[in-house]
């Protein structure tokens, strides 16, 4: 994928709104206590982490943009080879088990 193309997907708002879906219903499961979210691997040195940061995304409080929840969805290069087929199961997975880490560490 070009730089074009994950600038052209990032700033897509229907492709931003399929992530930012997927980041609810992950934050979500987090709040449930669901077993595996975050996926081993993104878990925070203290679970209150996950869950804080999990709270600041469900109430609009997270410094996070549509742009760069995209942009980090896109660094899986089965949804970057076609992002506007991606299933969710595809972009749960991508922030759950690849980048809650980096979502949180963005805020």
Request: hydrophobic share 45%; with cysteine.
């Amino acid at each position: 994928m070009s730089y074009t193309d994950i600038w052209t997907h990032a700033n897509n708002a229907d492709f931003q709104g399929k992530c930012w879906a997927a980041l609810w219903d992950v934050c979500n499961r987090v709040l449930a206590g669901e077993s595996g979210f975050p996926a081993a691997g993104q878990v925070a040195a203290q679970a209150s982490d996950d869950a804080g940061y999990a709270l600041r995304v469900l109430r609009v409080e997270s410094r996070l943009t549509g742009q760069q929840l995209a942009q980090q969805i896109l660094r899986n290069a089965t949804i970057a080879g076609s992002p506007a087929t991606a299933d969710d199961s595809a972009l749960q997975y991508q922030i759950n088990a690849n980048v809650w880490a980096e979502l949180r560490g963005i805020g």
